[in-house]
């Protein structure tokens, strides 16, 4: 059975490359609904649980892809917000 593929809108997000897209794939989140339903931190959690090798740049990325924002403006301006906002989850877990 083949891989599912992203939907084209979420294929031509900036700041997720096949890598990531690939890492989003493994762990269920297939297009641009999915990302803005779960968040950047609840996906990039998502890719972690199911094993993605994901640094906090992907954690970044996603929020730029939901903002529209380059990651490298999302971790100099977000980064604070979003790292307690990871924290929280994670204890929440």
Not at 61 to 86: C, D, K, N
């Amino acid at each position: 059975m083949p891989k599912p593929a992203f939907s084209d809108d979420f294929g031509r997000l900036p700041n997720l490359g096949p890598k990531s897209q690939a890492m989003l794939i493994a762990a269920g989140i297939h297009t641009l609904a999915d990302l803005h339903r779960l968040g950047s931190v609840a996906a990039y959690l998502q890719v972690k649980r199911q094993g993605g090798n994901a640094s906090l740049n992907l954690l970044w990325a996603l929020e730029g892809a939901i903002s529209g924002l380059h990651w490298q403006e999302v971790a100099r301006e977000h980064r604070t917000s979003l790292l307690l906002a990871l924290e929280d989850a994670e204890r929440r877990a």
